[in-house]
């Protein structure tokens, strides 16, 4: 079993559509969460960064964390086009010296 | 700040070749690391190094090192290059200490193995 694991998709989604994407993991030693962005040749660029459980926005994104359930979710409200990346969750606990990683999701979103 | 540098940004190799790939970071971080990115395989960590002079491996170290001279940079090392190798490989970086700060990523050098 992974560690993370995380739907692929695609999703395609017209524009000002509320996205949701989501991962599960089975570590239960997990405390740090992020999400990542990766637009197509470039980099995964940092978006969101949650410790524990709850929730955190920032701008039109929202992180959410239940590890009672072992599930974290990103929500996307008003999605632009510039959006239409793949987005990466990673998550990590104790030294912080593994980062694991899901397998990412493709999003468009469509004008 | 230029944050994560890799180079070089492409790279053909046939079998059996050596090559370094290059990480440069101008953040202070003590954390770098090493990942391989493969369609359907998400991000495999392969070596990472806490400091000078301090390396361990990860997910997938098998034909691969690494080593750890200055805070700045942390070359990846492939002695004898496989088909199996060809993948996008990601460096990055984080501060170390409270609260497992997230870790920042360079651009990639995408690496084929003929």
């Known amino acids: 079993q992974k560690e993370v694991e995380q739907d692929p998709g695609p999703l395609s989604v017209p524009e000002g559509a509320i996205v949701s994407l989501n991962c599960t993991y089975s570590n239960s030693a997990f405390q740090y969460f992020m999400w990542y962005r990766q637009y197509s040749r470039k980099g995964p660029e940092l978006l969101m960064y949650t410790y524990s459980s709850g929730n955190k926005e920032d701008g039109r994104f929202t992180a959410q964390v239940d590890k009672s359930s072992k599930y974290i979710s990103l929500f996307i409200r008003d999605s632009q086009p510039s959006d239409s990346a793949t987005y990466l969750c990673?998550?990590?606990?104790?030294?912080?010296?593994?980062?694991?990683f899901g397998t990412g999701t493709s999003l468009t979103v469509i004008p | 700040n230029a944050g994560v540098t890799q180079t070089p940004k492409f790279q053909v190799l046939k079998t059996g070749q050596s090559m370094t790939l290059q990480c440069a970071q101008d953040?202070?971080?003590?954390?770098m690391s090493w990942y391989r990115q493969d369609p359907g395989m998400g991000l495999r960590l392969i070596h990472y190094s806490v400091g000078a002079g301090i390396t361990d491996q990860g997910e997938v170290p098998n034909g691969y090192n690494v080593s750890r001279s200055t805070t700045e940079d942390f070359p990846l090392r492939l002695l004898s290059a496989a088909p199996s190798q060809t993948s996008v490989y990601f460096c990055?970086?984080?501060?170390?200490?409270?609260?497992?700060?997230?870790?920042?990523f360079g651009d990639g050098t995408r690496l084929s193995i003929l």
């Open positions: 990055a970086s984080r501060r170390t200490g409270a609260n497992n700060q997230p870790q920042h």
């Open positions: 990673a998550m990590t606990g104790g030294t912080g010296n593994q980062f694991y």
């Open positions: 953040m202070n971080h003590e954390y």
